[in-house]
T-cell receptor, first 112, second 117 residues
Framework: AQSVTQLGSHVSVSEGALVLLRCNYSSSVPPYLFWYVQYPNQGLQLLLK??????LVKGINGFEAEFKKSETSFHLTKPSAHMSDAAEYFC??????????FGAGTTVTVRA | GAGVSQSPRYKVAKRGQDVALRCDPISGHVSLFWYQQALGQGPEFLTYFQNEAQLDKSGLPSDRFFAERPEGSVSTLKIQRTQQEDSAVYLC???????????????FGPGTRLTVT
C-alpha cells in the first residue's frame, strides 16, 4: 500500500521568499510522484511529476521538486513566491498503477 | 473544450434524493477516474474505468454509489438515497491516449460540489 504525508497544513510566506512544501511517501515499489495545485472552486492542475528519470524535476510556474529515495521525500520548492501562488497544494503517489493516493494538502498564503 | 468537464458544478439535494453527476473526459482518453474530496481533505479514489469497463470500484463507500461509462467516453456517477455524509466535491479525471506511453498523469475536471441538506 502507498500513502503520502504532507507536513504542515498551512504555510505562510512573504512575497519573494522561498516556498517549501514537504511531502513524504511510503510505497512498496518505486513510485510515480506528483504535485498538483488547486485554486478555489477549481479542479487540480498538475505542477510536476517524477517518473523515475531525473531526480530533480522542474514544473510549471517556477516550481521544482527533488526525489530523494533515501529520505522517501518529494519536497516542492519555488525560490521566490508570487501572490498568484496562493492556493492549495497536493502531493500524490502511485506505485506504478492507475490509482493516485493524495496527501491532505497544504494551503499556501502569500503576504505582500 | 480541450479539458475535462463536469456538470452540474453545484448540486444541492435533500437527504434521500438520488443524484447523477456527469463527467466528459478529454477526447480519446482511455482511462477515467472518480474521486471524492471532503472539505479540507485530499481527494480519495472512488472508481476507475478503462474504456467502458469498470476495473476497480473498491473506493465506492457504499452500494448507494454507482458509476457507469457505457460507451467508453462520458461517465455518470449516481448516488442513491443521499446522506449528509455524501456532501463533498466529486472530481473526475481522465488520462491515457490509446497507444501512447503510460505516464499515470491524470487530468482533472473542476468538480461537482454536492451538498446534502
Amino acid at each position: 500500500a502507498q500513502s503520502v504525508t504532507q507536513l504542515g497544513s498551512h504555510v505562510s510566506v512573504s512575497e519573494g521568499a522561498l516556498v517549501l512544501l514537504r511531502c513524504n511517501y511510503s510505497s512498496s515499489v518505486p513510485p510515480y510522484l506528483f504535485w498538483y495545485v488547486q485554486y478555489p472552486n477549481q479542479g487540480l492542475q498538475l505542477l510536476l511529476k517524477y517518473t523515475s528519470a531525473a531526480t530533480l524535476v522542474k514544473g510549471i510556474n517556477g516550481f521544482e521538486a527533488e526525489f530523494k529515495k533515501s529520505e522517501t521525500s518529494f519536497h516542492l520548492t519555488k525560490p521566490s513566491a508570487h501572490m498568484s501562488d496562493a492556493a492549495e497544494y497536493f502531493c500524490a503517489v502511485t506505485p506504478n498503477d492507475y490509482k493516485l493516493s493524495f496527501g491532505a494538502g497544504t494551503t499556501v498564503t502569500v503576504r505582500a | 473544450g480541450a479539458g475535462v468537464s463536469q456538470s452540474p458544478r453545484y448540486k444541492v439535494a435533500k437527504r434521500g434524493q438520488d443524484v447523477a453527476l456527469r463527467c466528459d473526459p478529454i477526447s480519446g482518453h482511455v482511462s477515467l477516474f472518480w474521486y471524492q474530496q471532503a472539505l479540507g481533505q485530499g481527494p480519495e479514489f472512488l472508481t476507475y474505468f478503462q474504456n467502458e469497463a469498470q476495473l476497480d470500484k473498491s473506493g465506492l463507500p457504499s452500494d448507494r454509489f454507482f458509476a457507469e461509462r457505457p460507451e467508453g467516453s462520458v461517465s455518470t456517477l449516481k448516488i442513491q438515497r443521499t446522506q449528509q455524509e455524501d456532501s463533498a466535491v466529486y472530481l473526475c479525471a481522465s488520462s491515457g491516449l490509446a497507444g501512447a506511453s503510460v505516464t499515470y498523469e491524470q487530468y482533472f475536471g473542476p468538480g461537482t460540489r454536492l451538498t446534502v441538506t
